[in-house]
């Protein structure tokens, strides 16, 4: 019964630690990716005509849109240097993202007036060792010309502009070491192409269904577009975090399989022990199948009281972690969260009980019918007088 209560309880620890994993990755990434993302299925641009951008903004279940643009660039501090990817968003670009509540250092802000700021993944921040308590020294961005001669005279072959940075945002290394957000005037500017855009980004009101919502867009804009949820811009990270999952699960579960011989051996040991009282049993009238169903049913018992000692055991463990953060993730600070992050699901209560009886139900299952007649003949059994 405890070795059934410990496997059982390990599922469901191991199970919601996943579970609080897979929720932080998909919140940090919530915090940069928009809802649904509009992207060319042809080339790294496309024009995003007013009337077009208008249509979309009509549409039912629209929030907002946000336009952004992309392009690597050289960017100088002084005597750092570093290849990032600037992106231009608009105004509505904190609205599609949430990125603004992800600040590190200083502040999400992106103009005042007619004067462009930057906001810094904090891995470029640190590669540059920016220092946002200096005022007076900037950015420096170089971006290649649009119809550039030899690279042999770099002042000809890219542009350069200055920008200040406003502030350093964290969110996780993918995002943190590559971007640079910057106005998308500013990134147009640098870039020569006043009307280009590398995607269309929007936020819905959150009632609206989002695969209805796709098909919309879809027939909106024509094939030429690719529509993507939030899964489905990072699909192949989602499908690994869910095989993970039940790679694990079905490690474990094996391992439940190995502990559950403890049940077999127990009620082989029992039988064995018991012969004489299968004997008077038999001689009063009880057949073979009573027999077997009375040590079939105390595995049964052994096997749910261990799965409902487990399932409180490691719902009790995960409550305290999820509360008060008992265990803690090594090099405390340099994560975002200070402690394993825990999330329990009932679903996996019932799949991780099922997976027990199931297995001990089959454990019990064995001794009971097999040995009851291999190692007890019962039409041979005497009662010893």
């Not at 410990?6 to 998909?26: D, K, Q, R």
């Not at 643009?69 to 670009?93: C, M, P, R, W």
């Not at 004997?279 to 027999?291: C, E, K, Q, R």
């Amino acid at each position: 019964m405890l070795g059934v209560m410990i496997g059982t309880g390990a599922l469901i620890v191991v199970l919601s630690v996943f579970n609080g994993f897979e929720s932080l990755v998909v919140s940090l990434y919530n915090s940069f990716d928009p809802e649904i993302k509009i992207t060319a299925v042809e080339g790294k641009t496309f024009i995003a005509d007013s009337a077009t951008v208008e249509k979309i903004r009509r549409l039912d279940g629209i929030s907002a849109v946000s336009l952004s643009l992309e392009e690597n660039a050289l960017v100088k501090y002084h005597d750092k240097q570093y290849i990032a990817t600037l992106k231009g968003v608009d105004t509505s670009f904190a609205t599609v993202s949430g990125v603004d509540t992800m600040m590190a250092d200083g502040k999400f802000l992106l103009s005042a007036g007619d004067t462009d700021f930057a906001v810094v993944g904090g891995g470029i921040a640190y590669n540059l060792q920016l220092n946002m308590g200096d005022f007076f020294s900037q950015l420096d961005i170089y971006a290649p010309r649009k119809n550039a001669g030899s690279l042999n005279h770099p002042e000809e072959a890219f542009n350069r502009k200055f920008i200040a940075p406003s502030g350093v945002f964290a969110i996780q290394q993918e995002f943190d070491s590559k971007y640079i957000l910057v106005p998308l005037r500013f990134t147009r500017e640098i870039l020569e192409d006043e009307n280009a855009v590398s995607a269309i980004e929007l936020s819905t009101n959150g009632t609206t269904d989002p695969e209805d919502l796709k098909s919309r867009l879809t027939a909106l804009l024509g094939n030429g577009f690719n529509v993507q949820s939030r899964l489905e811009q990072h699909a192949l990270l989602y499908r690994i975090m869910k095989s993970e999952k039940w790679a694990v699960f079905l490690i474990l579960a094996f391992i439940l399989l190995i502990a559950t011989f403890n049940v077999v051996g127990s009620l082989t040991m029992l039988i064995i022990e018991k012969q004489k009282d299968i004997a008077v049993f038999y001689s009063m009238g009880a057949d073979a199948v009573l027999i077997r169903k009375i040590f079939f049913a105390e595995g049964l018992m052994i096997t749910f009281i261990g799965a409902a000692l487990g399932l409180l055991t490691g719902g009790l463990i995960c409550f305290l972690q999820q509360h008060f953060g008992i265990i803690q993730l090594g090099n405390s600070g340099s994560f975002v969260v200070d402690a394993y992050p825990v999330e329990m699901k009932i679903k996996d209560f019932l799949y991780v009980f099922l997976t027990v009886f199931f297995i001990g139900s089959i454990a019990a299952w064995y001794p009971a019918k097999k040995l009851v007649e291999r190692k007890i003949n019962l039409d041979a059994v005497r009662v010893d007088e």
